[in-house]
């Protein structure tokens, strides 16, 4: 596509309850972030991928978090047994290998909010 | 690790005039890069501007400009001729040249409010 795709845009759930959010990515890049933005905050980076395999999944705040990219094209970021503090933007970004050092390309972002 | 600090929660200015936006850095990489993305209330974060660590000259994009100065670890942000549609949250963002992934950690952001 011509932009980061992520879906749902906004989405209200139930305390312990999963949720999957989606990201497509630009065509042709091969590098993949998910970062976590709470209220007023800035960008807390969780996982990274390259192609399929994650390199760095550093970020992740707690086991129920789980991430995966299938044909190195659109990832899915898994929130098991959701919590109150889980609720933040979940923005998704992507960049080519040539273009690593010029930034990412971001998508708007899924508002997850945990009542 | 590296940080990045933004000491201006908020800052406002009147329409056409000129805000500078402040960035400091912790790292001990003596190559990066240096990022200002602009978030507008559609939460997509735009990337503004962006400075190499090797080059001397400051960077500019039209009506953006940066201050680098590499010993002080300071990368401010200069908006000129400010405009309404550049009211949103502006962070500051460093990316290691040996970092595996690349990868951008940012500031805490300043909301610009641009006044009529």
């Known amino acids: 596509g011509a932009g980061v795709s992520q879906s749902p845009s906004n989405k209200v759930t139930e305390k312990g309850k999963d949720v999957e959010l989606r990201c497509d990515p630009i065509s042709g890049h091969t590098a993949l972030y998910w970062y976590r933005q709470s209220l007023g905050q800035g960008l807390e980076f969780l996982i990274y991928f390259q192609g399929n395999s994650a390199p760095d999944k550093s970020g992740l705040p707690s086991d129920r978090f789980s991430a995966e990219r299938t044909g190195g094209s659109v990832s899915t970021l898994t929130i098991q047994r959701t919590q109150q503090e889980d609720s933040a933007v979940y923005l998704c970004a992507s960049s080519s290998r040539d273009s690593l050092n010029y930034g990412y390309t971001f998508g708007s972002g899924t508002r997850l909010t945990v009542v | 690790a590296q940080t990045v600090t933004q000491s201006q929660p908020e800052m406002s200015v009147q329409e056409a005039e000129t805000v500078t936006l402040s960035c400091t850095y912790d790292?001990?990489?003596?190559?990066?890069?240096l990022f200002w993305y602009k978030q507008p209330p559609s939460r997509q974060m735009i990337l503004v501007i962006r400075q190499e660590a090797y080059k001397q000259q400051n960077a500019t994009e039209n009506r953006f400009s940066v201050n680098f100065q590499k010993a002080a670890k300071s990368f401010s942000l200069k908006i000129s001729d400010s405009q309404l549609g550049d009211t949103a949250m502006y962070f500051c963002?460093?990316?290691?040249?040996?970092?595996?992934?690349?990868?951008?950690?940012f500031g805490g952001g300043t909301r610009v409010l641009v006044k009529p």
């Open positions: 790292t001990s990489e003596n190559n990066y890069y």
């Open positions: 963002a460093f990316m290691g040249a040996s970092a595996a992934g690349n990868k951008l950690t």
